[in-house]
């Protein structure tokens, strides 16, 4: 019989991976599944149909070191279950995460750097590669593209003895729910958004160009459409660039969601223009993306490159305008799951009714690389 003492929960094993405590975890997903997104330093067993019909010796051939804890992970948390009774009865120090994937989807790590006294916390959303960012000078911060609950940015913000200034989304995000309405209600902090931006509630407009002021720091707003219509980039003095989903550090921005051919063309030429925009500032200025093409690992390295470093490694960036269009229409990565409803959400500023682990299943696909 199965116990509830074999089961951990995500917060659990991303203390632990944080912590770098030595662990096996191991994911008894089909093999399609596990290439959509998982768990960084996890290995694959291929026995998902021999659990499902409880075969016993479905893990026979496993070698795992007998000293370290073992933790199973499937979809759900109910195949790995299985998984973890087997190992149980061999002896094994073992437990299921429990929630499965669709649990692990909210587990999160960080990285931070301080800038000429401005602290950049960068918030990682493990699984799905979101990235966030606190921006904090003196006793204020700016959070930008909140992807957790408000909960985490709040502590995040009484452990640096900051008051939330300012809350923001560099777009109308696609591929997750943005909890930036929600953050700016538990914070009090103003829900600032580019006047370009179509959506159904109320926020404070900001201006191509305009100054936004918290501590002794200022954000200047630059609007750099192309991967949506209404894509900000936030500039910090010369020394960094808060880029959304317009520049990463493995490729550009997708201009084709919720457009046809043509609509798709011309973003594709106004990302072009946006990107050289940002390619011709100083060079040795800090890019800090909204997502990352992978899981992000628990290693407390920033995903971040100086525009030189960009230049020097992606290739699209050193194409002329009908080159860069071209190439970035014919290596469109496959439809983001469940992306109209998401996006449709985020208009609206409100997901009640609908389940966010459900939603946002499965990796981001906003890159073009």
Same mark, same amino acid.
């Given at each position: ?103 692990? %989807?909210?587990?999160? %790590? ?20 979101? #990235? ?27 452990? %640096? ?85 317009? #520049? ?30 940002? #390619? ?33 490694? #992606? ?22 799951? %469940? ?31």
């Amino acid at each position: 019989m199965i116990t509830e003492d074999i089961k951990i929960d995500v917060s659990t094993l991303a203390n632990w991976l944080s912590e770098k405590r030595p662990v096996t975890i191991i994911d008894v997903r089909p093999k399609s599944e596990r290439e959509e997104w998982s768990i960084p330093g996890s290995i694959h067993a291929d026995v998902y149909d021999r659990l499902k019909v409880n075969d016993p010796n479905a893990l026979d051939d496993l070698k795992l070191d007998a000293q370290l804890p073992v933790v199973t992970v499937c979809a759900a948390g109910k195949t790995s279950l299985k998984a973890a009774e087997i190992l149980k009865q061999k002896g094994f120090d073992v437990y299921s995460l429990d929630g499965g994937m669709k649990a692990w %989807n909210f587990a999160w %790590n960080s990285a931070a750097t301080t800038i000429h006294n401005v602290k950049i916390i960068q918030v990682r959303r493990s699984a799905k590669g979101c #990235l966030s960012y606190m921006v904090g000078s003196d006793d204020e911060a700016i959070v930008i593209d909140a992807s957790l609950d408000p909960q985490v940015y709040l502590d995040l913000a009484k452990a %640096n003895g900051w008051s939330i200034k300012y809350v923001t989304d560099t777009h109308v995000h696609a591929d997750y729910l943005s909890r930036t309405r929600e953050l700016a209600k538990a914070s009090l902090a103003k829900h600032i958004l580019i006047d370009q931006a179509k959506v159904e509630y109320s926020f404070t407009p900001i201006k191509n160009g305009e100054q936004i002021k918290f501590g002794r720091a200022t954000l200047e707003v630059i609007h750099t459409p192309g991967h949506t219509m209404e894509s900000t980039t936030f500039r910090l003095g010369d020394d960094a660039l808060f880029t959304g989903d317009t #520049l990463f550090t493995d490729g550009v921005g997708r201009p084709d969601l919720k457009a046809d051919l043509d609509e798709a063309t011309k973003r594709s030429k106004l990302l072009y223009h946006s990107l050289n925009q940002l #390619l011709n500032m100083n060079p040795n200025m800090w890019v800090f993306p909204a997502h990352l093409s992978k899981a992000v690992p628990f290693d407390n390295n920033l995903v971040a490159e100086t525009i030189k470093a960009l230049k020097g490694k #992606l290739e699209l960036l050193k194409l002329n305008e009908d080159e860069f269009v071209n190439y970035t229409l014919s290596r469109i990565p496959p439809t983001p799951p %469940n992306y109209l409803t998401i996006a449709t959400l985020n208009k609206q500023g409100s997901y009640e009714g609908y389940t966010p682990a459900e939603l946002e299943a499965g990796a981001n696909r906003c890159a073009i690389g």
